[in-house]
């Protein structure tokens, strides 16, 4: 399938074809044994409707203290690798950029959402950042590298991966909602973000 770009964005529509997605899954649910979801706050104390893990050396992490990057998940324990054919996208979509040092794992509900942010807590900004989505599609809405102006959304559906590099590195991005029941991926339903960060 031949990529779209919106603006910046690199859109890759069915990367990931279903029995790709279903090992993804599976993997994904090794990692949450060892590293499980937590419902994130921010740091003015606000619970993040997504609830997070990571793979890779770093973990993103969020609560009162701030946002950053951390070596271990908050019960302590180092999170796990990042599976091996998410190093494989990565080797194949952004051959040139550095290995991704952290995958951030979010878990939408049907109720779920992120509103709009830009990722800048990487030390190295000219890194890509690539997102893939598994389960329930999801409203992208992509703007500009300042908050405000015109956006532009797309429909994110299961095995989709996104590209944001150059200009959509910077860009300010969010998830307006998700549509319930639009994927039979993941049993009981919700949506699984993955994004790959290169983080020092
Ligand atoms: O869920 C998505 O598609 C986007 C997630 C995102 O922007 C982030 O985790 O920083
Ligand atoms: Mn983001």
């Given at each position: 399938m031949t990529a779209l770009r919106i603006r910046d964005f690199e859109i890759h529509p069915g990367y990931f074809a279903p029995d790709a997605q279903a090992q993804l899954v599976a993997d994904l649910r090794d990692c949450l044994g060892q590293a499980p979801l937590v419902q994130p706050v921010t740091p003015r104390g606000t619970p993040m409707s997504v609830r997070m893990s990571s793979a890779g050396a770093y973990g993103w992490i969020s609560d009162r203290k701030g946002y950053r990057y951390e070596r271990l998940h908050p019960s302590g324990v180092p999170w796990p690798p990042i599976p091996a054919e998410l190093?494989?996208?990565?080797q194949d979509l952004v051959p040139d950029a550095r290995a991704p040092e952290c995958c951030l794992i979010n878990w939408y509900d049907a109720t779920a959402k992120m509103g709009m942010h830009q990722d800048r807590d990487e030390a190295d900004l000219s890194q890509p950042v690539v997102s893939v989505s598994l389960g329930d599609e999801a409203l992208f809405r992509m703007g500009?590298?300042?908050?405000?102006?015109?956006?532009e959304s797309v429909w994110l559906k299961s095995g989709d991966v996104v590209v944001m590099g150059g200009e959509a590195r910077r860009a300010y991005h969010g998830i307006d909602r998700i549509r319930p029941n639009s994927s039979t991926l993941l049993p009981k339903g919700g949506r699984i973000n993955l994004t790959l960060r290169v983080v020092t």
């Open positions: 190093l494989a996208m990565w500009n590298a300042t908050r405000g102006g015109k956006t």
